[in-house]
């Protein structure tokens, strides 16, 4: 089964007409990609990625320690 698109859901340049042609959206995004690449593009993306690595290693250092609490507290945690 697919899944339902809203259509405010969609880029702003796709058209979510049925008669519009895949093949010219396609052309806008690849054009609208390779204007967007670049070394700022590249920095950007690296700090994108830099940044959750750092929030995901804070969750995973909340959760480490919300365990240990509870089993330093003498709960025990059933697996499965």
Do not use: C, N, W, Y
């Amino acid at each position: 089964m697919g899944r339902k698109i809203h259509k405010d859901s969609a880029e702003p340049d796709l058209d979510l007409d049925p008669d519009f042609d895949p093949i010219v959206d396609l052309s806008r995004l690849v054009e609208r990609e390779r204007d967007r690449s670049g070394p700022g593009t590249a920095a950007r993306r690296a700090l994108e990625a830099l940044a959750e690595s750092r929030r995901l290693r804070e969750q995973l250092d909340d959760l480490e320690d919300f365990d240990s609490e509870i089993l330093g507290s003498g709960g025990s945690r059933a697996d499965g």
